[in-house]
């Protein structure tokens, strides 16, 4: 099977460009996470959607940044308009659902690494 | 808020050397679970282990063991024998059971950059 699927693998934009990233989870995946990397803080979690409906975004930074989740295959993260601060590793990840389950762990994408100038 | 502290920013070793990893983690939920991924130089995260808050078992895989200890929040790693691919950044990381069965966010800590050398 497939694993998660993203793209780009890397982007360079401009500042003040708009940045779409996308994701394709796992196949059967109900729980879809946006994280961000950088040296300074880690990885952190942007939003994270169950069943196609955002359950928590209080990680996504500023207004310039939104996600969407159309249907349960395609997943966007949209930086509008990009800055250089915005620079980093941004990871997609799926989980499998819990029907009343513990959590499981989650499977992450090979990143889009996204550079503004 | 549950918090993961991974006190060791970069640990080096020499291959076949023994080498532990530490992860310290603060929640205040009674269920919840602990997780270790492997970042290596190509970037990717891997999913390594994960333990949930009643099971206070050490698991063996391989080279791989975790030794989990409630009484001071500790999920520590280590690797027996390291090896030069072994090399890579470990994140340790928790995960509190979400309400309603979904599935819930993971906090992680900051990483350790393991460098074994030849």
């Known amino acids: 099977d497939a694993g998660v699927i993203q793209s780009p693998r890397h982007e360079v934009t401009e500042m003040g460009q708009e940045v779409t990233l996308r994701c394709k989870p796992i196949s059967g995946h109900n729980s879809l996470f946006w994280y961000r990397q950088t040296m300074m803080r880690g990885l952190e979690l942007l939003i994270y959607?169950?069943?196609?409906?955002?359950?928590?975004d209080s990680g996504m930074p500023e207004d310039r940044f939104s996600a969407k989740m159309p249907n349960a295959s395609f997943s966007t993260l949209k930086i509008q308009p990009s800055e250089p601060r915005d620079s980093a590793v941004y990871f997609c990840?799926?989980?499998?659902?819990?029907?009343?389950?513990?959590?499981?762990?989650?499977?992450f994408g090979p990143g889009t690494r996204l550079t503004v100038t | 808020a549950q918090k993961v502290t991974q006190a060791q920013t970069e640990i080096s070793v020499v291959e076949k050397e023994d080498v532990t990893l530490d992860c310290v983690y603060e929640t205040r939920d009674t269920t919840y679970y602990l997780f270790w991924y492997k970042q290596p130089p190509s970037g990717e995260l891997v999913f390594l282990i994960r333990?949930?808050?009643?099971?206070?078992q050490n698991e063996i895989s391989g080279r791989y063991s975790w030794n989990f200890q409630k009484s001071t929040s500790s999920f520590n790693f280590t690797i027996t024998a390291s090896q030069v691919v072994d090399s890579a950044v470990y994140f340790c990381a928790l995960s509190e059971v979400g309400g309603g069965g979904s599935n819930y966010k993971l906090t992680f800590g900051k990483g350790t950059l393991l460098t074994v050398n030849p």
């Open positions: 990840a799926s989980s499998p659902p819990t029907s009343g389950r513990p959590a499981l762990e989650q499977y």
């Open positions: 959607f169950n069943n196609n409906v955002p359950i928590d």
């Open positions: 333990r949930n808050s009643f099971d206070e």
